[in-house]
C-alpha cells in the first residue's frame, strides 16, 4: 500500500490519500473516521477545497491516518523521510520539499501537530497534487 501522508494535497481516498484506492486504503480511512468520529463532509470539503477546517475531530482524523500509515509517532512527531520514502514517484521531487520544509508543526498535542503540519503542506506546496488513480 502506497500511502502519502500529505494527504491533503493529495486527497486520493474521499478524504486523505495518495494511494491506489485498494481494500487496505480504504480500511484505513474508515478506522480512522470511526476513531475520531469526524464529519465526513469535513473531508469532503478538504478535498473540494482544499482547506483544512479547525475542528479536533478532523486533526484527530488527520493524526489516525499518519499514525496508522507510519508517519507519525505516538508522541506526535513527524516521521519526514516516511513521508518521502512513500511520495508517488510524480511528485517525488516537489513533494519532497514540501514535507522537509514543514517538517513537525507543533501545537498542544499529536491531533494538532498532524492538522497544522497538513496546513502547512497545503501553504508550502499549494501546486503539489497527486496525480488521479484509477
Not at 53 to 73: A, N, P, V
Amino acid at each position: 500500500m502506497k500511502v502519502c501522508a500529505l494527504f491533503v494535497l493529495c486527497m486520493g481516498l474521499s478524504a486523505v490519500m495518495c494511494a491506489s484506492m485498494d481494500k487496505r486504503v480504504a480500511e484505513l480511512h474508515r478506522t480512522c473516521v470511526a476513531e475520531s468520529g469526524v464529519d465526513e463532509a469535513l473531508i469532503e470539503k478538504a478535498n473540494a477545497e482544499k482547506v483544512l477546517e479547525d475542528d479536533q475531530k478532523l486533526k484527530c482524523y488527520i493524526m489516525c491516518i499518519m499514525k496508522h500509515s507510519g508517519s507519525m509517532s505516538d508522541d506526535g512527531t513527524v516521521d519526514v523521510e516516511a513521508i518521502v520514502a512513500n511520495l508517488p514517484d510524480e511528485i517525488k521531487n516537489n513533494g519532497a520539499s514540501v514535507v522537509r520544509a514543514c517538517g513537525t508543526k507543533v501545537g498542544a498535542n499529536p491531533c494538532e501537530n498532524a492538522w497544522l503540519t497538513h496546513k502547512c503542506y497545503l501553504q508550502t506546496g499549494p501546486n503539489v497534487r497527486c496525480p488521479p488513480y484509477n
